[in-house]
């Protein structure tokens, strides 16, 4: 890594705001309030950190804690009446803004064989993974798709979309991923329902796939300009397989394993401009080092068990569970299994530090490149519900 003027200088007291309170002084800062002003040395060292000091908190949502909750919200409300039936996902150090973490919002979704939820259209941009069921689809601008588990699928901002699941599919839950709270931070938002309810469908089912799914091939005279990927849904099995390819070919990153990222397939860019997503394997025993980097990254375990330390916690997850690491957190993965992959699927805002030129990473030098583990992190969950 080069160093850079962040590393030269880090830290140093001198330069930095030390003025003390003098009853001249406050009586000085009472007027400049009256103005709507204020004296800069009495914010600087609070707004302009040394370093990226996340608000969120490192959390595990466990799965089979939260189904059994999931699921009873369809007794106690309809798709018609709560616009989307969802839990989301409250990171207890984001709450103002519902951030699952940094400025990511996520929660489950649930609907059950025969429900469908109506067509909107907003000016976030929002991804669903596929967690459990069978027969639940999305519609995407008349693009309808079919979803099955692990099935990772697009609904870029501006896009008319609704969801359902066939008559005679079962439950099926999902995790929505958008970016809600950023873009309430740019003060951007806007959201229209369809004025029909529900589009048409105008196109053949899952042609998105077949026009653009093929790996290495883009179909001649189909023209796409819009800034996000045109392929909509990025099936679990060929990701796999190229997963699995891959680790057969590469030994991969010592911080992340085997991972991959999706990818707009016409500049292997991000699929959307705000929102990034990928998947990694990690092979069967595999520790990973340690790093931290700026963004908020929100993982779902598709696949295995294992367990991740964040900033010295040590968080144990299995399939389905749900976990976050904040903006400039150390964090490493390792796979609890001596036999079995696990694959973690991951979504985050690495699209927006990327062009905002705010992407930073770090390896961890200290300890063999391993974090010392200072508690195994309880949740609010597991203290309220024996194992
Ligand atoms: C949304 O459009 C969906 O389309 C889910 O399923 C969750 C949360 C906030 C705003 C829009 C969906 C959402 C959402």
Redesign the pocket.
């Known amino acids: 890594m080069t160093t850079t003027g962040y590393d030269t200088y880090r830290e140093s007291v001198a330069g930095r705001a030390d003025v003390e309170d003098t009853p001249e002084l406050v009586a000085y800062y009472r007027e400049l309030e009256r103005l709507k002003t204020a004296a800069l040395w009495t914010v600087a060292n609070k707004i302009e950190p040394w370093q990226p000091k996340s608000e969120s908190v490192p959390v595990l949502w466990r799965y089979r804690e939260l189904r059994e909750h999931v699921l009873r919200s369809v007794s106690l409300v309809t798709p018609e009446k709560a616009g989307?039936r969802?839990i989301y996902l409250d990171n207890p150090g984001r709450r103002d803004v519902a951030a699952a973490v940094g400025w990511l919002?996520s929660?489950l979704?649930v609907m059950h064989p025969g429900e469908a939820?109506s067509a909107?259209a907003?000016s976030?941009s929002?991804l669903r993974f596929i967690m459990e069921g069978r027969g639940a689809y999305t519609i995407v601008d008349g693009h309808k798709m079919t979803l099955g588990a692990n099935d990772f699928v697009l609904?870029p901002n501006g896009c008319w979309?609704e969801?359902g699941v066939e008559a005679d599919g079962l439950t099926c839950i999902w995790q929505?991923g958008?970016d809600?709270p950023l873009v309430n931070a740019l003060e951007a938002g806007f959201f229209v329902v369809h004025p029909d309810l529900h589009q048409a469908v105008a196109h053949p089912v899952d042609d998105s796939v077949a026009l653009w799914g093929a790996p290495g091939l883009r179909p001649q005279d189909v023209k796409w300009n819009k800034p996000y990927s045109p392929l909509f849904k990025y099936q679990w099995e060929p990701t796999y397989e190229a997963l699995q390819r891959l680790a057969a070919a590469s030994e991969g990153s010592p911080f992340d394993g085997v991972l991959m990222h999706y990818t707009n397939p016409l500049n292997g860019g991000h699929v959307m401009a705000t929102i990034g997503a990928s998947m990694q394997l990690l092979r069967p025993g595999f520790e990973s080092k340690a790093h931290r980097h700026t963004g908020s990254f929100l993982y779902q375990v598709a696949k295995g068990r294992g367990y991740s330390i964040i900033n010295g916690q040590r968080f144990d997850w299995q399939e389905r569970d749900i976990f976050c690491v904040p903006s400039w957190a150390w964090h490493e993965h390792a796979n609890a299994s001596q036999t079995q992959d696990a694959c973690l699927f991951c979504f985050s805002d690495l699209p927006v530090m990327e062009k905002l030129a705010l992407y930073r990473e770090e390896a961890l030098a200290d300890n063999g490149g391993h974090q010392k583990v200072l508690a195994a992190a309880p949740t609010p969950q597991a203290q309220a519900v024996p194992a």
Do not use: K, M, P, S
């Open positions: 989307r969802v919002y929660g979704q939820a909107h907003h976030t929002a609904t979309h969801h929505d958008l809600i």
